[in-house]
């Protein structure tokens, strides 16, 4: 299945590409082979930023500090008893 897929979907996309091509002006074409450009190299940029980001949590996650827990009581509160009135 996989031998049969892949170049049918490159068959497609060159045959895509052509009639595309073909009815597109010069400066049409211009505008989608800089965008395409530009995004192929944006590509490997965010695969470097992904695995620096990655790294960074590595190392993050094994520098973990002891917690310390402090628990603090107040005292109880201060009872008046009532005074009587005679």
């Not at 505008?31 to 949590?57: D, K, N, T």
Request: charged content about 15%.
């Amino acid at each position: 299945m996989r031998r049969i897929f892949i170049p049918m979907l490159f068959g497609f996309g060159a045959m895509l590409a052509l009639v595309i091509g073909q009815r597109l002006t010069q400066d049409a074409m211009a505008v989608v082979l800089g965008v395409a450009v530009g995004v192929a190299a944006s590509v490997p940029v965010s695969i470097l930023l992904v695995a620096l980001i990655q790294r960074a949590q590595r190392v993050d996650d094994s520098e973990q500090r002891p917690v310390c827990v402090v628990e603090i009581s107040a005292p109880p509160p201060l009872q008046i008893p009532a005074r009587r009135q005679s």
